[in-house]
């Protein structure tokens, strides 16, 4: 059969994902929207942490919500990543340029009158599709992070002209600013003065982060905690990953065989960064818009590896070079994909010199952040579960993908 040309990949593995393939999470939209959007509106306001795993969704429910929150409940999207701030001033500075900058996939709302605002305010004759300047964001960022509230309500101000009845600010990756004191008691600020103040501002508070950076939050400010509705999200289930890679695929008329699908579904093991990594492999893949399980078998491989580069190999493998650690990081492989495991069932298949190394290698893999101690004796947990899962794939490639121990629960 010829290939035909391969129209646009309906798969985001960098990406939070566009609206109409946005699967799972009902309970926490509907969660966010009636107790955050729907008070807000009518005038009260919100807050909200979303928690999760690296690469379980953070941002893209906080996108997702903003989009059915401003049609919902006429709420006045802006969203910004604080990846790179470190102090409130960077948070100020972020949050001029979510105000100005460019509609994103899933859309921070535009408005003109925003636009025009913000030109005046940093001095530029139009800041329409173009980044604001790096001065500018220098200059004005510390006045911003002092006056947040006044700064919101100066764009609540002008979106109400255009409909608006609230906003909806979400502040994405906040891993790197946690640790300082600062950023607690800056947050705590902002949800306690407008709780106060005669007359709030109807805002949805959005952070969005690790459990860890929620609770490194917490330790710094302990009276944080209790201002942040949290909704924790987790792993999506087995329907709801069937639900996306048919919906995915159906747009752009590829239809999927059952036990492709049955593989898809059992290695993305809940995972929808996973998910989309093997989507989009097999997706180019494939040559005759049918995925059948040997795409989907190349897919998963394919996958394993972009996860592997750039996780595993440039980490774990390089600082744990010693062949009784990999043999160490082998049989912890095949213990399957269950995200804790206690050092006893490691223990179990070692060689007598394996196990006189199993302290060191726990510790270490702590150091590199893959693991974490757990609530139980002995117990450890997979920080994150695209190691896990490559570590498995590795493994299940040098068995014969078909033989290996797979996931269970998926
Ligand atoms: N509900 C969903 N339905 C379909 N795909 C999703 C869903 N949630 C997330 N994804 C996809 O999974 C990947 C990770 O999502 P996202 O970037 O939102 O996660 P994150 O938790 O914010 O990650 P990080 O910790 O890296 O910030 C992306 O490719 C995204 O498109
Ligand atoms: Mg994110």
Redesign the pocket.
């Known amino acids: 059969m010829t290939q035909r040309t391969k129209s646009r990949s309906p ?7 566009p609206v109409d ?5 009902a309970a926490e939209i509907q969660r966010i929207l009636t107790r955050g959007a729907a008070q807000v509106q009518a005038g009260k306001p919100a807050a909200f942490f979303v928690e ?10 906080a ?2 919500t903003q989009w059915r929150a401003e049609r919902q409940h006429k709420l006045f999207g802006l969203y910004t990543t604080l990846e790179t701030a470190e102090s409130p001033d960077d948070i100020g500075a972020a949050l001029l340029q979510a105000a100005a900058s460019e509609s994103a996939p899933l859309g921070p709302s535009r408005s003109e009158k925003v636009m025009n605002w913000l030109a005046e305010y940093v001095g530029e004759q139009t800041i329409f599709g173009v980044t604001i300047h790096a001065d500018a964001l220098k200059r004005e960022g510390p006045s911003i992070a002092r006056g947040i509230l006044p700064f919101l309500g100066e764009i609540h101000k002008r979106v109400r002209e255009e409909g608006y009845e609230g906003l909806f600010l979400v502040l ?2 906040i891993n790197g600013i946690t640790a300082s004191s600062n950023f607690a008691h800056f947050i705590k600020g902002i949800v306690d003065k407008n709780a106060l103040s005669a007359e709030p501002l109807p805002l949805l508070l959005m952070l ?1 982060g ?1 459990g860890e950076r929620r609770r490194e939050m917490i330790q710094r400010h302990q009276p944080v905690e209790r201002r942040f509705d949290v909704v924790h ?1 987790g792993a ?1 289930t087995p329907a709801e990953m069937e639900d ?1 890679f048919q919906r995915a695929f159906e747009s752009v008329s590829m239809t999927v065989e059952p036990d492709a699908m049955r593989l898809m579904v059992q290695v993305s093991a809940g995972f ?2 996973i ?2 990594l093997v989507g989009d492999n097999a997706f180019w893949i494939d040559k005759d818009s049918v995925i059948d399980h040997e795409d989907a078998l190349q897919a998963v491989i394919g996958a394993a590896e972009e996860v592997g580069k750039k996780y595993v190999d440039q980490q774990v493998y390089k600082t744990l070079r010693s062949p009784d650690y990999h043999a160490i990081l082998s049989k912890l492989a095949r213990l399957g994909l269950e995200p804790r495991f206690t050092r006893k069932q490691l223990e179990q298949g070692l060689t007598e010199t394996e196990r006189r190394k199993l302290d060191n290698f726990l510790r270490r893999m702590r150091d590199l952040n893959v693991i974490r101690q757990g609530d139980g004796r002995g117990e450890y947990v997979f920080n994150m579960r695209m190691v896990q899962l490559y570590l498995w794939l590795c493994e299940a490639q040098a068995d014969g993908p078909t033989q290996a121990n797979g996931p269970t629960r998926a």
């Open positions: 798969f985001y593995p960098g990406q939070p994902v393939l946005f699967a799972g999470r999760g795993e690296y690469g379980i969704g953070k941002s893209s429910l996108r997702f994405d990756e969005c690790t999200i999506l996306f929808p960064k998910m989309h």
